[in-house]
């Protein structure tokens, strides 16, 4: 079975750019999510989607973060314009349903934003 | 307050001996459950051991068993007969309440095995 895949592993962009973040859930997996995971820190949960909608997005700074999961399969999440703040790793994880206590996810291998 | 708390930074092991990893968490919700997820260099999240917290037994997986205290409010998880491979980051997690799916993770540990 494939796992989660994200894509860029790595980008490197100046403060004010925007850019922008791919990820393609394991196959079948309803919930999505999305994290951010600062240099010594734990990830962060920026947006979970059920589908196609959004069950979470309370810790996404909305001013400049923007996600999007069309058709209920792939994801991008986009920062516009980007601060040194968010130099950051961006992993992306999915789940087989999102109902029941014990909901394992998985993860993919991330990708590491730097702003310069 | 923090959600959950990882007091030990970094710690080294030597190949064959077993580790605790140290894991307090605070909630008021009588329903949650606890996870651990090793982090090697290559950066992706891999889910070792779940505990939930009605559950009467102590979760194991393989070398992997989930010290479950829950007065105490810790989850410590330890690791028998440690090697090489398992050096990375741990990260402890809680998922607090029935339908919620929102991850709370703490700081992390760093384990090193020495040969």
């Known amino acids: 079975e494939a796992g989660v895949a994200q894509s860029p592993r790595y980008k490197i962009i100046e403060k004010r750019q925007s850019v922008a973040f791919w990820c393609n859930p394991i196959s079948g997996h309803a919930t999505l999510y999305w994290y951010q995971q600062i240099l010594g820190q734990g990830p962060k949960l920026l947006i979970q989607f059920q589908n196609n909608g959004v069950v979470d997005d309370s810790q996404l700074p909305k001013d400049r973060f923007s996600a999007e999961r069309l058709k209920g399969v792939d994801s991008t999440l986009k920062i516009q314009p980007a601060k040194l703040e968010d130099s950051a790793v961006y992993l992306c994880a999915s789940s087989l349903v999102a109902s029941g206590f014990y909901n394992e996810q998985f993860f993919g291998p991330g990708t590491r934003l730097t702003v310069l | 307050a923090q959600k959950i708390t990882q007091t030990q930074p970094g710690m080294f092991v030597q190949e064959k001996e077993a580790v605790t990893l140290d894991c307090t968490y605070d909630t008021s919700d009588p329903s949650y459950g606890l996870f651990w997820y090793k982090q090697p260099s290559s950066g992706e999240m891999i889910f070792l051991i779940y505990q939930g917290s009605y559950d009467q037994q102590n979760a194991t997986e393989g070398r992997y068993s989930l010290n479950f205290q829950k007065a105490r409010k810790s989850a410590n998880l330890v690791i028998s007969a440690s090697q090489l491979g398992d050096s990375a980051m741990y990260f402890c997690?809680?998922?607090?309440?029935?339908?919620?799916?929102?991850?709370?993770f703490g700081t992390g540990t760093r384990l090193t095995i020495i040969p």
């Open positions: 997690a809680m998922r607090e309440g029935p339908g919620n799916e929102k991850l709370t």
